[in-house]
């Protein structure tokens, strides 16, 4: 029995790093899908300024489209004004000329604040591209590492595990059976070293009869609270 303990207590070192490689692995896909979810946050951000600069960049060019008319007009009445016959004709021409006139200067000051306003947008994203590129960059980065990560916890575990297998010879079967089912049940550690008086686990205090079971070392005693095997360490009896 006591030999026993000593055993089980390297099992349980090696359980309790086992099981914490275990607890690392499983939040591996959580970390990998934060990050998905970072890269998507910016890359839609992108997406939706990009659709905008594209709907503003259209529409100014249509405005300028629209001056270029207005112009090709003007010009025209240009050429029609010295070949007018009649008084009327000639002060109807100009007339048109001076509404034109004030026409393109509207378009003008308009077509000067969409391109401003394009300008702006394209500063935002030029620096929201470097973001999403920079992100991108980071998220390949992180996952190669995670993904590296998981090969490196696997080969871990499989050694520790072999390790462990090495000491199950030296338990008697009855009790290796218990600790197995405990450490399962119970995150990784089957063991539980009574300390003043209780066990350390659960913080269950123990009675003076099941401390009296622990110190006579001829079988396995558990915790009533929380199933455990409990031990004393010598400086403790
Ligand atoms: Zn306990």
Redesign the pocket.
């Known amino acids: 029995m006591a030999l026993d303990i000593e055993t089980l207590k390297k099992m349980q070192a090696i359980d309790r790093e086992i099981y914490a490689l275990g607890v690392e692995k499983e939040e591996i896909p959580d970390r990998q899908e934060d990050m998905d979810d970072q890269l998507i946050e910016v890359t839609e951000k992108y997406e939706e300024m990009d659709c905008l600069l594209t709907t503003k960049k259209l529409r100014l060019s249509e405005k300028e489209l629209e001056l270029k008319e207005e112009d090709a007009r003007f010009k025209q009445l240009e050429v029609k004004l010295p070949q007018v016959k009649t008084n009327r004709e000639y002060k109807a021409i100009q007339s048109e000329q001076r509404m034109l006139e004030a026409e393109k200067e509207k378009l003008e000051s308009i077509v000067l604040e969409m391109m401003d306003d394009v300008k702006v947008d394209e500063d935002a994203m030029a620096v929201v591209s470097a973001e999403k590129e920079a992100k991108e960059k980071e998220v390949a980065e992180q996952k190669a590492l995670l993904d590296q990560r998981l090969l490196g916890i696997d080969a871990e575990v499989a050694r520790l595990e072999a390790e462990c297998k090495g000491f199950e010879s030296q338990v008697a079967a009855p009790v290796l059976s218990v600790y197995k089912r405990i450490v399962m049940a119970r995150s990784g550690s089957a063991l ?1 070293q009574i300390v003043n008086q ?7 205090s123990l009675t003076a009869q099941k401390l009296n079971e622990v110190m006579m070392e001829d079988e396995l005693i ?7 095997i ?1 031990y004393l360490e010598k400086e403790d009896a």
């Not at 558990?222 to 455990?228: A, G, K, M, N, T």
């Open positions: 539980s209780a066990c350390s686990m659960c913080q269950m558990q915790c009533d609270e929380c199933s455990r409990l």
